[in-house]
């Protein structure tokens, strides 16, 4: 499926009727769209699986819809988080179609999605940002004009570590080659959606930032950003898909330290490798990977193990069940804190 979860197909969506699948977490991870990196982070697909099913299963008790299904045990059956016995790293899931847009000499051509009426993924990212923390693409967009300040309801240029006094709702593409932000009129027009419906998913995008807050505030973190995904089921309902709530999917910080992959991405824009990821896309948008001459560098071993432990941690403490043996979430924080500092690291 991509290059961090794998999706088996089990019974595959047809124009009129949703399938059935199996989405199998990895210890893979991903920055900058380059795909799975060198290195692995140990029992990290497992710790990703167990946070979405919990935020799953607690949006389905406050009435929101989505595709989860429960967790695969280890007799192969599907099952609640409450029921499961050892951390699980495969989610069921109800599938819906993807239809990929058109592509020709970097324009995509949407149209197809103006002839489907349901069951088909809706082909954005709706992103919530209750800060501004750096590294944000926020910044990135405001440097080079692409947005101003009153696009996205600011008075004034930001500063990095900003707290917003409203949430933004951002969107971006998901289904291109590298995914753009546009405007919501454009999410209209390229999904063939009602307004009525773009405004449910804002209201969803809200409702589930709220929701996510609220948890992780319990456990000493902060909610920075995040991203979700939706489809229209073939009742014509708004749900929520792929997975929300975890740290590869949201911005958390712990005392101002990044508690999610936002760590790697640090570690790495101070390489060659960056440098050349980011010309490579000024250049050729489609075929920027192949302009890339070096490889990406592993992670130091200590900091693999240390984000390891951050994700397992994480999970143990919102989910209220020891699942995994490793310390603290603040002890992990600190640690984290003092091997970047000793590596001369900037967060």
């Known amino acids: 499926m991509c290059s961090v979860k794998d999706l088996t197909v089990i019974i595959k969506s047809t124009e009129d ?14 920055v900058f769209d380059w795909g799975a990196m060198p290195d692995q982070i140990e029992k990290k697909g497992k710790a990703l699986c167990l946070i979405s099913a919990y935020f799953f299963e607690k ?44 592509e020709n000499k970097g324009i995509y051509d949407y149209s197809e999605y103006n002839n489907i009426n349901n069951n088909f993924l809706i082909p954005l990212e709706l992103i919530y940002r209750n800060t501004l923390p750096e590294g944000s693409s926020v910044f990135k967009r405001l440097n080079t004009g692409e947005i101003k300040p009153e696009d996205i309801g600011l008075l004034e240029l930001p500063m990095p570590g900003m707290k917003l006094d409203k949430t933004i709702l951002d969107v ?40 996510i807050t609220r948890e992780v505030k319990r456990i000493g973190l902060s909610n920075e950003d995040g991203k979700i995904e939706c489809a229209l089921n073939e009742k014509d309902e708004i749900i929520l898909v792929d ?15 990044h508690v999610s992959k936002e760590l790697a991405r640090n570690y790495y824009r101070n390489t060659e490798w960056y440098d ?10 489609k075929s920027w990977k192949s302009l890339v001459e070096v490889s990406p560098p592993h992670l130091p071993e200590r900091l693999a193990i240390l984000f390891s432990y951050m994700y397992q941690a994480v999970c143990n403490e919102l989910t209220l069940r020891n699942w995994f043996e490793v310390p603290s979430l603040s002890e992990i924080m600190k640690d984290i804190n003092i091997e970047l500092n000793n590596k001369d690291y900037k967060n």
């Open 17 to 30: 009727k949703p399938g059935f699948g199996k989405f199998s977490f990895s210890d893979r991870y991903s």
């Open 243 to 257: 997975v929300f709530g975890t740290p590869d999917e949201c911005r958390f910080t712990y005392d101002g330290l």
């Open 59 to 102: 949006l389905y008790k406050i009435g929101a819809k989505s595709h989860y299904l429960g967790l695969f045990n280890e007799q192969g059956t599907v099952v609640s988080l409450d029921d499961l016995t050892v951390p699980s790293g495969e989610m069921g899931v109800v599938l819906y179609r993807v239809i990929q847009p058109l």
């Open 276 to 285: 050349q990821i980011e010309k490579a896309k000024k250049i050729d948008r």
């Open 172 to 211: 971006s593409t998901k289904l291109e080659t590298i995914d753009r932000y546009i405007s919501w009129q454009e999410a209209l027009i390229i999904t063939g959606l009602y307004p009525e419906e773009i405004n449910e998913m804002k209201e969803t995008t809200q409702l589930i930032n709220n929701l």
